[in-house]
């Protein structure tokens, strides 16, 4: 009982932290304009490019500014289940 508790619990944290970071790509991200995009897409990849593959590392700012969500997924793995 107490492992199905467990597993509840976490799948209900995970579902609420998907829930979030999703909230704030919609607030912060996506409501942001072309060039705080590009300022994101840049520090992403001076900052976390190692996580990312390398054909995106090659890509300028620009040119990932409109997939900021998808980059920091790559790189810290936050979204979870949808």
Not at 4 to 11: H, I, K, N, P, Q
Not at 61 to 77: K, Y
Request: hydrophobic share 45%.
């Amino acid at each position: 009982m107490n492992v199905v508790l467990t597993c509840l619990a976490e799948a209900i944290r995970m579902n609420e932290r998907a829930k979030y970071v999703r909230w704030v790509f919609a607030k912060y991200v996506d409501t942001a304009d072309w060039r705080t995009r590009c300022t994101m897409a840049a520090l992403l990849l001076r900052d976390h490019g190692a996580f990312l593959p390398a054909e995106l590392r090659q890509c300028p700012p620009a040119q990932l500014a409109g997939e900021i969500p998808s980059l920091i997924t790559l790189c810290f793995g936050t979204l979870g289940p949808p």
